[in-house]
């Protein structure tokens, strides 16, 4: 099946003989890169990334690193989600305004260097989740291969550890927006508060950490395995998030859960 789904994918990207690629340096939009390059040929294959304040500064070295390391043409843009208006005031459709922003910035690229098709990673999980950007893709002509071919993220991962990607098992990410409870305002203060916090959680070697912000509350969501190292490090942690300017630091016991700011929505 997976032979199947992967050969369709193939067959899909041939049809658009030339794309341009919304390039996070994500685990899906990775693999889509590399595979359009595969199939398409370096000439064919335009990567474009987008660097705002919601993108950290270390995702967008990585994503540098790997567009040179699959061999592909790679253009990095500046944007600006917190200049789109109805974004910063962070209701339900927030990603509805960056993703349509995003595309409005890479059709001219397409068009302007000859290019057919602008394609992003949206895959078949993502049908079953929060995910009003894939409403801006619709209108604006953009498509989603690995969606098309049915693909899932376990399918992608296992691909990606077939054709030697270092995101195989890369934690899954979001802009750093996604912390920030609906409703709140968003802010660059809050972004660079939040980038900082999940850096510094890093440095404990945790696999997977969110710092989803309730005003001045940081709830820390790691995977259940790593708890203890969050437990163990607590006093640094502490001293680290409340110079960063958070107030009340929280451990969620449930644990890292992709999206888990959309449980509001279902009320």
């Known amino acids: 099946m997976l032979t199947y789904k992967y050969n369709l994918l193939k067959s899909?990207?041939?049809e658009m003989n030339s794309v341009v690629v919304a390039f996070s340096g994500g685990v899906d939009s990775t693999f889509l890169l590399k595979a359009a390059v595969d199939t398409l040929g370096t000439n064919n294959v335009l990567a474009v990334t987008a660097d705002s304040e919601t993108y950290p500064s270390s995702e967008l070295l990585v994503a540098k690193d790997l567009a040179e390391k699959i061999g592909v043409k790679h253009k990095v843009?500046?944007?600006s989600?917190?200049?789109?208006?109805?974004?910063?005031?962070n209701?339900?459709?927030r990603c509805y305004f960056c993703k349509s922003s995003l595309f409005d910035h890479i059709i001219p690229i397409m068009e302007n260097m000859g290019y057919r098709n602008v394609i992003y990673g949206v895959i078949a999980d993502d049908m079953n989740e929060h995910r009003p950007g894939m409403q801006a893709a619709k209108e604006k002509g953009i498509r989603g291969p690995l969606l098309e071919a049915n693909l899932y993220k376990q399918e992608i991962r296992e691909l990606s550890r077939q054709f030697d990607l270092p995101t195989w098992d890369k934690p899954s990410f979001a802009c750093l927006s996604s912390r920030i409870a609906y409703g709140e305002y968003i802010t660059k203060e809050k972004l660079t508060k939040v980038e900082k916090a999940e850096a510094f959680l890093k440095t404990l070697h945790?696999?997977?950490v969110r710092v989803r912000t309730h005003q001045d509350i940081a709830r820390i969501e790691v995977e259940p395995n790593d708890m203890k190292k969050v437990l163990d490090n607590h006093s640094s942690i502490v001293k680290e998030l409340q110079d960063y300017g958070y107030k009340y630091i929280t451990l969620d016991l449930i644990g890292y859960q992709s999206g888990s700011m959309n449980k509001v929505l279902a009320k």
């Open 206 to 208: 945790v696999r997977q």
């Open 81 to 89: 989600e917190l200049a789109i208006p109805g974004y910063s005031e």
């Open 12 to 14: 899909i990207l041939r």
């Open 77 to 79: 843009i500046q944007t």
């Open 91 to 93: 209701s339900k459709n």
